[in-house]
T-cell receptor
Framework: DQQVKQNSPSLSVQEGRISILNCDYT??????FLWYKKYPAEGPTFLIS?????DKNEDGRFTVFLNKSAKHLSLHIVPSQPGDSAVYFC???????????????FGQGTILTVHP | SAVISQKPSRDICQRGTSLTIQCQVD?????MFWYRQQPGQSLTLIAT?????????ESGFVIDKFPISRPNLTFSTLTVSNMSPEDSSIYLC?????????FGPGTRLTVT
């Protein structure tokens, strides 16, 4: 049972354009969502997060949008840079302040390639 | 932010042996988490390690196979016991603060 899904295994974008990575979830108990970037042979690097009480969070070139009714979130990167090429994972947690604190459910990942 | 280091960074082990992975954090944390990423798969939580108590394991993971120690607030170990090729994965240590969750660089394990 895949509770967090990233349906696009890969995405190719031209440098300077917008990258949009999508993520869907099924568990309505999820209340905190995170995006990570991962290079080969490294651990995931935290990018940005959003609480379920918000529908948008922005940090520099990265913006995450949350649509609770659709159980969908997306990560926008603008402008995209070649250094952004990596695997991007979305992750979700339920009951962030309780016993599930720190327990993340990850999507399968999307390979982003930004061409110069 | 938390800085996490892991040892070893990679290892190749024989079937039936055990490997202990160390995780060191540069600050005191209440809970530490162990994840694994099997080849071509996403990250999956193995267990939560609290200092001074037994680790809590997720469904599909058992203490006999993945014993965990948590002797203090900055250190934890995960042992992969009686290894088989299916245990070939990247094993990652993780800690969380209020808004962010951090991961170590991972230990790439290959079982032959």
């Amino acid at each position: 049972d895949q509770q967090v899904k990233q349906n696009s295994p890969s995405l190719s974008v031209q440098e300077g354009r917008i990258s949009i990575l999508n993520c869907d979830y099924t568990n309505s108990m999820f209340d905190y969502f995170l995006w990570y970037k991962k290079y080969p042979a490294e651990g995931p690097t935290f990018l940005i997060s959003i609480s379920s009480i918000k529908d948008k969070n922005e940090d520099g070139r990265f913006t995450v949008f949350l649509n609770k009714s659709a159980k969908h979130l997306s990560l926008h990167i603008v402008p995209s840079q070649p250094g952004d090429s990596a695997v991007y994972f979305c992750a979700a947690s339920a009951n962030a302040g309780g016993t599930s604190y720190g327990k993340l459910t990850f999507g399968q990942g999307t390979i982003l390639t930004v061409h110069p | 932010s938390a800085v996490i280091s892991q040892k070893p960074s990679r290892d190749i082990c024989q079937r039936g042996t055990s490997l202990t992975i160390q995780c060191q954090v540069d600050s005191q944390v209440t809970m530490m988490f162990w994840y694994r990423q099997q080849p071509g798969q996403s990250l999956t939580l193995i267990a939560t390690a609290n200092q001074g108590s037994e680790a809590t394991y997720e469904s599909g993971f058992v203490i006999d196979k993945f014993p965990i120690s948590r002797p203090n607030l900055t250190f934890s170990t995960l042992t992969v016991s009686n290894m088989s090729p299916e245990d070939s994965s990247i094993y990652l240590c993780s800690v969380r603060d209020v808004k962010k969750q951090y991961f170590g660089p991972g230990t790439r394990l290959t079982v032959t």
